[in-house]
Every structure is written in structure tokens, then in C-alpha cells.
């Protein structure tokens, strides 16, 4: 059976970007083989943050993932520090990886350049997300386009460690999705939608009362044309909605083009903050639901984590056995 992994980090209150490239795929995939699911806290501690709000938004990510319909019957849903086998394994694969690699990282760079203290774990994390997947012996990894290069990163480190020691690792190959891997800011469409460096106004949040989803879409930024077009480049703004509706829709591209066709901007946005208002309504109340009923988010927790131990240990078994560790 296919087995499927990926990790999304709890800070930040997550968006419709995230929805659309990570949690809308996570549903999606969750049909397709043994998938698990990780909420990569361990990450989110390589830059400044505050311990009650990592506490809080690994909750939130938690009832998050099951309101947008993650099966824990079909899926592993479960806390990497929750399942010691992870910070195990990436002090062992350390030792296969070069100072290189990971200097030539191009998050490392962006983020690095943005912080007065760059912790060591901002430069190794790479090797972290690595064990993430390779652990689980793990086929596909849906993944946004901006983690091309880490995924890179992990299938070096799994054919040098083969190469070394022998074969152990399965390589991982990714899945991009075609349209939608990268949503843009609602108002400034050249750069992607983020809670950290995007807009408020720009950034939809999947909690976002009704509302403020409806107001941040008829705010959105377009260009001084009428027709509702894809080109991403002379378009940015327009073809970035476009996107979104075709998710949201269901619809092909061309599809969307024709049925707004002549409507005018106005009319084309109303109607697109109303399609993402009536996807995430009912994600809304199934999170309020779960975060009101704490000892049902803790038992969904606590299965994924012991699923997940039980699926790791046999790899980071075999890891410490061709490296030449006495075992007890």
C-alpha cells in the first residue's frame, strides 16, 4: 500500500493558502494509501516564540485537521514530539548530510536574514523534516511548491544513507498540486499568502467569521481591466482568484473564465467570497465543537501518536543497526 506523510507547523492561525495547498490535499490523499499526518511543533521552535502559544496553536491545528475532515479511522494524525523517533532519527541522519546542503537552503537564507539570532535548529531543521518522512518509509509527500527543495534535500540524504549502510530508506517523490500550490495575497497578489508575511487584509483565515471572508474578498486588489482572465503575469491579482474559485468549485480554469465572462470584477469577487465562506462555515463549527470537548481531542491524539510509534520504530531500528550501535 502507498504510504503518504507530510507536517505542517502549528504557529501562525492557518489560511486559505494552507487550506488549499496542505490540508484540502491531506483530505484528499487520505484516500489514496496509509497516510500519516504529523503537527511538526519540534520545527516551530527554531525561531523566537512563546511556549503558551506553541501550546495553544498545536491545539488549534489539531481540531483544525479533524473539523477539515481528516478520518482518524483512515489517517495518523498525531504531534511530532509526541514520537521520540523523529529527533532520534535526525541526529542520526547528521551524520550523512553536509554543512553544504544545508547552507544552501534557501529558507535558511530568507529567514536567517530576518532574525538578529539564528538558532542552529533554523540551520538543521532540513535534517529534522528529512527523518519526518524517511521514518515512515513514505512514497508520496504532498507538499506545496516552495518545499521542492527540502524534499530534495531528504531523497540525497535517504541515497547517501542507503549508499553508506545499506538499503533502508524508501526515496520520496512529491505531490504538487497543478493549480493552487501557491495562493496569493489578496492584496498584494506578487507575494503568497502568509499570517506572517503577507496582509491582514490579504490573508483569509479558515476561521474567519463569514463576514471578514466576504469583506476580504471584495477588497481584493485586481488590476483596471474588466475581464475576468488567467494570466498570471499581466493579471496577478484576477488569475489568483480565478485559482482559488476552480478549487473551490471544483471547476477547470477555462471553466470559471467562461462563467464569469463579461460579469465585471465586482460581481466575479462577491461570488468567490461567498464559494470560500460556504466551504469553510461548516470546518468553522466542527473546530468549535472539538475545541469545546478537549478529552475527544486528546483520545484523537493520543491513537494517531500510537500508531505513529509503532510505524516508526522498525526504521529507526534498522538505522541503529546498519550504523553499528550495541542495541540492548
Not at 523534516?129 to 540524504?157: F, K, M, S
Request: proline fraction near 5%; charge should be negative.
Amino acid at each position: 500500500m502507498t504510504r503518504i506523510f507530510s507536517g505542517i507547523q502549528p504557529t501562525g492561525a492557518k489560511h486559505l493558502g494552507n487550506y488549499i495547498g496542505a490540508i484540502r490535499n491531506y483530505v484528499a490523499t487520505q484516500e489514496q494509501g496509509d497516510a500519516f499526518f504529523c503537527i511538526v511543533d519540534l520545527h516551530s521552535i527554531t525561531s523566537e516564540y512563546d511556549p503558551d502559544d506553541l501550546r495553544e496553536s498545536t491545539l488549534s491545528l489539531a481540531a483544525l485537521l479533524f473539523a477539515a475532515a481528516l478520518d482518524p479511522d483512515r489517517s495518523t494524525v498525531f504531534v511530532q514530539s509526541h514520537v521520540a523517533a523523529h529527533p532520534e532519527a535526525a541526529w542520526l541522519l547528521g551524520s550523512v548530510t553536509s554543512f553544504g546542503e544545508l547552507r544552501r537552503m534557501t529558507q535558511f537564507k530568507e529567514k536567517g536574514e530576518q532574525q538578529g539570532f539564528v538558532s542552529a535548529g533554523l540551520f538543521t531543521y532540513p535534517v529534522l523534516q528529512a527523518a519526518d518522512i524517511l521514518l515512515y518509509q513514505t512514497d508520496l509527500v504532498p507538499i506545496g511548491d516552495d518545499q521542492r527543495q527540502h524534499l530534495e534535500l531528504a531523497r540525497n540524504i535517504a541515497e547517501r544513507f542507503n549508499s553508506r549502510f545499506g538499503e533502508t530508506f524508501r526515496l520520496p517523490e512529491s505531490m504538487i498540486p497543478e493549480v493552487g500550490g501557491r495562493i496569493m495575497d489578496l492584496q498584494e497578489p506578487e507575494r503568497k499568502m502568509s499570517t506572517t508575511g503577507g496582509t491582514a487584509q490579504g490573508t483569509v483565515g479558515v476561521l474567519d467569521p463569514p463576514e471578514v471572508i466576504r469583506k476580504k474578498f471584495k477588497t481584493a486588489v485586481t488590476d483596471s481591466g474588466t475581464d475576468v482572465r488567467y494570466d498570471p503575469d499581466a493579471k496577478a491579482g484576477i488569475s489568483n482568484l480565478i485559482e482559488i474559485m476552480a478549487i473551490v468549485s471544483g471547476q477547470e480554469i477555462p471553466e470559471v473564465e467562461a462563467r464569469f465572462d463579461g460579469g465585471g470584477y465586482g460581481a466575479f469577487k462577491t461570488e468567490v467570497g461567498e464559494a470560500v465562506t460556504a466551504l469553510f462555515d461548516p470546518i468553522r463549527l466542527r473546530y468549535e465543537e472539538l475545541r469545546a470537548d478537549p478529552v475527544e481531542l486528546e483520545r484523537l491524539l493520543g491513537l494517531g501518536a500510537d500508531k505513529a510509534r509503532r510505524a516508526s520504530a522498525p526504521t529507526l531500528e534498522q538505522m541503529y543497526e546498519r550504523m553499528g550501535f550495541v542495541r540492548p
